[in-house]
């Protein structure tokens, strides 16, 4: 069946460190993959997302790239800021709904 | 109003109540979805709705009634809940056109069943 894994977390980091949360998928077919962000009291936004394999998508410094070979859509982000600190969500398309992984907390402080 | 608004942002009740949350989106979209957002747990897809027909119960129970009276507008009636389905509950929506529809979310409602 279709299903997302993400790193366990929190996360927690001094601003301006480097970031990787790691995701991996499970997937019959050639789904879409997603980072939502989730900032609290709020709802979930769409981060990026990439729809073919070698697909990087970019937003607000934040990168994940396709790797169908290794199933993974990874986020980074090379200088995190105190106020990147959220929970963050990888998700894959199966058909019209979205698969969600756990959800990482990342906790950046000054 | 621009995006997907929910009513009410929070809501405590107890298990012989009946109420409804309301989602509304201004987007333009055709699909509409509720999901539930419990703690330790990924989102769980309850309800799909596409042009205002259901075409995706994920085994809710019956519990949890949805209604989607046009395109803009989804509701979920609720009736004699039990503590577990205390949880964030989040509606979203997006336009189905064939490609990858990217699922724009409300803020959620906040229920706690007493």
């Known amino acids: 069946g279709n299903s997302v894994t993400q790193m366990e977390g929190p996360v927690t980091l001094s601003e301006e460190a480097f970031l990787t949360i790691n995701c991996t998928y499970t997937a019959t077919g050639y789904p879409s993959l997603f980072w939502y962000v989730q900032y609290p009291g709020e709802g979930l936004q769409l981060l990026l997302k990439?729809?073919?394999?070698?697909d990087k998508g970019s937003n607000k410094g934040f990168e994940a790239t396709y790797r169908k070979e290794t199933t993974s859509f990874h986020l980074e982000k090379g200088s995190v800021q105190v106020s990147d600190s959220a929970v963050y969500f990888c998700a894959l398309s199966r058909g019209t709904a979205l698969i969600f992984g756990k959800g990482t907390t990342l906790s950046v402080s000054s | 109003e621009t995006g997907v608004t929910q009513t009410p942002r929070h809501l405590v009740m107890g298990m012989t109540n009946k109420k409804s949350l309301k989602c509304e989106q201004h987007?333009?979209?055709?699909?509409m979805y509720w999901y539930k957002q419990s703690a330790k747990k990924p989102l769980e897809l309850m309800f799909v709705y596409n042009f205002k027909e259901q075409t995706e119960n994920n085994s809710v129970p019956s519990r949890f009634s949805p209604e989607c009276p046009n395109s803009s507008h989804l509701f979920l009636h609720l009736h004699t809940l039990q503590p577990e389905d205390s949880a964030l509950y989040l509606c979203a929506s997006s336009q189905i056109s064939g490609g990858t529809d990217t699922q724009y979310f409300g803020p959620g409602t906040r229920l706690t069943v007493l």
């Open positions: 987007l333009g979209h055709n699909a």
């Open positions: 990439a729809t073919k394999a070698d």
